[in-house]
């Protein structure tokens, strides 16, 4: 038998855990084919280092303003401002690897994360927040909640809040009352109840389909070329696929030398605690949510 090292052997372990995460936040319904899923996942080719990841691009000025976020009306772009976001993780070898490419242009992401891979790896959750980013939340295991019941669907829900948070006790951050929808699918139902409990939906209005089995270069231009459509937006994107960080240094000086501004979005100090049924011990307000990102 091959050896394999224990960063692998987590890895690989995480990828069994997690299932239909494989294929990213389609808008589309998840793959029925779990194994191949796995394997796709599993296999990606271009793992090899970061060192091509940084160049001679001069980011600056490329980082915009800061929203602060109470609810959905506040989350207004003007035009050639976008909205970084990162969905499914975090992922050891790739979150991290993100990350450097984030600080090298100075600018500030959204990572939503998935609640399982939040109990896998803590201390990358803490890494993300360290270094100054906002995390949401995309549930426990990346379930399908319009093909939930109420109930399973907010269990999704909570369930993810508990781990992130559980994740980043013991730092000075917490998890901030954002949320997105596994695959893009919601209910009117579970949005009302969002709402109704201050957590804010972040939607994406430009998926990058970095979960396809693309090049980098494919997603990089298939993303501007969204981007150039709408002329401003919530970029979708996924820190689990190493072709994501390739591509996000010229994404990145694409969006400089075209005049955009990333915009960072933070937790609104207002806004009430986040889930006041789940256990405090575990769970974080919103106001120290803010205090925490803040620093």
């Known amino acids: 038998m091959a050896f394999v090292s224990g960063r692998r052997l987590a890895q690989l372990l995480g990828i069994v855990a997690l299932g239909a995460l494989a294929t990213g936040c389609t808008t589309t319904k998840p793959a029925t084919d779990a194994k191949g899923a796995k394997l796709s996942y599993a296999a990606e080719p271009g793992e090899s280092g970061t060192s091509s990841f940084f160049s001679s691009h001069n980011f600056s000025g490329l980082a915009g303003r800061s929203v602060t976020v109470n609810s959905i009306a506040d989350l207004k772009l003007g035009y050639h401002e976008v909205v ?5 993780g975090p992922m050891p070898g790739r979150t991290e690897n993100v990350l450097k490419v984030l600080d090298n242009a100075g600018v500030k992401a959204t990572f939503m994360m998935v609640g399982q891979m939040a109990r896998s790896y803590p201390a990358i959750v803490r890494e993300v927040a360290a270094r100054g980013h906002t995390i949401g939340t995309h549930t426990q295991s990346h379930a399908n909640l319009a093909h939930l019941s109420a109930a399973a669907a907010e269990a999704q829900i909570d369930g993810g809040i508990k781990s992130v948070s559980a994740a980043l006790v013991p730092s000075m951050h917490g998890v901030a009352p954002f949320f997105r929808f596994p695959y893009l699918a919601s209910t009117a139902a579970l949005r009302r109840q969002l709402a109704a409990r201050g957590i804010v939906v972040i939607d994406a209005d430009i998926d990058s389909k970095d979960y396809f089995q693309s090049t980098p270069d494919q997603v990089r231009k298939r993303t501007m070329a969204r981007i150039a459509q709408r002329g401003s937006g919530i970029i979708l994107m996924h820190d689990i696929h190493p072709r994501t960080a390739q591509m996000l240094p010229a994404l990145l000086a694409d969006l400089k030398a075209k005049g955009y501004k990333v915009v960072r979005l933070v937790p609104g100090h207002g806004s009430r605690e986040l889930v006041s049924s789940l256990t ?11 205090f925490g990102y803040g620093r």
Do not use: E, N
């Open 84 to 88: 970084l976001t990162f969905d499914d």
């Open 280 to 290: 405090t011990s575990t769970v974080t307000t919103s106001t120290q949510t803010a």
